[in-house]
């Protein structure tokens, strides 16, 4: 339809409020704290197979990428993959694909992709506690 064009996308709180946000070009990052009291999607999680994560309450429909923070407090590294990845579910046998790895009691902030369904995937690589992830902006496709 070329009597419309896409301008951005906007996120709000649950009290119908616009976040504040930043935009430059495709990249939109939130004005929020960054201590986990924006847009954590995850606490303290330990699981030790894929789990998913739904970060649609964080990004719009059009985001590619999340730019996200992934922090452990534990004592047990991390796995992170994007949801669409086959095979992307343990440490163990052929064909295992990630993303990322994070460290024990380290972090990292990045763009991330995510899935059709805005998901993203993590696993510790074994038994503990301790991770987070905060959403802290994202980058759109048209």
């Not at 699981?47 to 407090?73: E, G, K, V």
């Not at 805005?118 to 987070?132: P, Q």
Request: glycine share 8%; aromatic share 8%; charged share 15%.
């Amino acid at each position: 339809d070329t009597s419309r064009r896409y301008v951005g996308s906007i996120r709000t709180d649950s009290s119908g409020n616009i976040k504040q946000f930043v935009q430059s070009s495709s990249r939109v990052n939130y004005l929020t704290p960054m201590d986990g009291s924006g847009q954590r999607v995850l606490a303290n999680g330990s699981a030790t197979t894929a789990t998913s994560i739904d970060l649609s309450q964080a990004l719009p429909l059009t985001a590619s990428h999340a730019q996200m923070r992934a922090l452990s407090i534990g004592s047990v590294a991390s796995r992170w993959s994007n949801a669409d990845i086959a095979g992307a579910s343990t440490d163990s046998g052929s064909g295992t694909f990630y993303v990322m790895s994070l460290s024990a009691n380290s972090q990292a902030v990045l763009d991330f992709p995510v899935s059709s369904s805005k998901a993203i995937l993590y696993w510790l690589i074994s038994a503990g506690s301790g991770i987070y992830c905060d959403v802290l902006g994202y980058v759109f496709e048209r």
